[in-house]
């Protein structure tokens, strides 16, 4: 099977397993567990931040954040394909009853000015404008990448208009080394980012917020709250200790694997167009001799798993349980089709 149907179906390696299994653990919820004790120092020491908190997903770390930064009835600011927005349940009105302004972005990125626009005027009738969303790489963009002079002056925007800005850095490591960005600059830019290690990292359980020591303060009684206080968790953070010092760098593999496939698909008449490949994800829209679907089954024959995101589009994305070997076997089967 190869499968292709997202980044977070990689099962943890032999040697993750082995740091897993030998991780030092204590009760966390006291503040006990060594093992996630350094992953979250580790953690923030990478993007120079004060403090991380671990939870089991990135869900939970993005509606921790969004808690943190609003009160019921404030409105947040993102882009309408976001992961907050579309994937997390309705969370941003059940957990904080807060409200949204959905921003048309460009492949899933928003820019300052369209930022400005759409903060509301100090006036009774509107939500208060408290928080500022972004998410890098964005998953419905394709995978791609900001460029962090917009977030720049995003952030100035923010500054202007006192708002918290928000990163959903789920994947943020492909966007990190796909453009050679420092995570240090990250870290000054945000208020709170929240990144997977359960996502292309290979870690199988797994998401970390990180922020100042007041906003993790806070940020820690409500996962308290959302029932995330786990307790002798260091056997999954062990697995987040081994990914971020082993599984970063490799990152460029599944970014050229993902290049080479969105190559072989541009060539079929079926492949109508293909998003501009800067990561790990490949989007493209299918019309003629198939359907999403009929395409998906098709592969499925050759036990290779593809996605099907909309009537229109399939999702391929790379990730580190695929080799080589299987991006040339993908390649022979989308070119026999
Ligand atoms: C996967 C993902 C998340 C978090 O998902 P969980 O499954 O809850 O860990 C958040 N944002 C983006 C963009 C994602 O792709």
């Known amino acids: 099977m190869i499968d292709y149907r997202s980044d977070t179906v990689t099962k943890p390696s032999k040697a993750m397993q082995e740091a897993m ?8 919820v006291f503040g006990e567990d060594p093992s996630i004790n350094e992953l979250e120092k580790n953690a923030a020491a990478i993007f120079g931040m004060e403090a991380a908190l671990f939870c089991p997903s990135g869900t939970m770390t993005n509606q921790i954040a969004i808690k ?63 928080l500022v969303s972004l998410e890098n790489t964005s998953n419905r963009g394709g995978g791609s990448c ?10 100035a925007v923010c500054d202007e208009h006192n708002l918290a800005l928000h990163l959903d850095g789920a ?30 990292l290979g870690c199988p359980v797994g998401s970390l917020v990180m922020g100042s020591k007041d906003f993790i303060r806070k940020a820690r009684r409500v996962r308290k709250a959302f029932g995330g206080g786990m307790r002798q968790a260091g056997y999954l953070a062990a697995a987040g200790i081994y990914a971020l010092k ?35 994800i490949v989007i493209f829209s299918v019309g003629g001799r198939f359907t999403p679907q009929s395409l998906v089954a098709k592969l499925k024959e050759q036990n290779v798993y593809w996605y099907s995101i909309s009537p229109t589009q399939v999702r391929i994305v ?20």
């Open 21 to 28: 299994f030998s991780a030092p653990v204590g009760d966390d």
């Open 68 to 130: 943190c930064h609003t009160q019921p009835g404030d409105e947040v600011i993102c882009d309408v394909t976001s992961h907050i927005y579309q994937y997390e349940g309705g969370g941003i009105a059940a957990n904080s009853g807060a409200q949204v302004k959905l921003i048309h972005g460009d492949r899933g990125r928003i820019t300052a000015e369209q930022v400005r626009e759409s903060i509301n005027a100090d006036d009774v009738h509107k939500a208060r404008t408290t």
């Open 146 to 155: 900001y460029d962090l002079a917009e977030i720049k002056k995003i952030r």
């Open 171 to 200: 994947r943020l490591f492909n966007a990190l080394v796909a453009k050679g960005e420092s995570p240090e600059d990250y870290g000054k830019t945000f208020h709170s980012i929240s990144i997977c290690l359960s996502k292309s």
């Open 246 to 280: 082993n599984n970063v760098e490799r990152l460029t593999e599944d970014h050229q694997h993902a290049k080479l496939l969105a190559e072989a698909l541009s060539k079929k008449d079926f492949v109508e167009t293909v998003l501009p490949v800067e990561t790990n």
């Open 318 to 337: 790379t990730h580190l349980d695929v080799t080589p070997d299987m991006i040339e076997k993908t390649i022979n089967a989308i070119n026999d089709l």
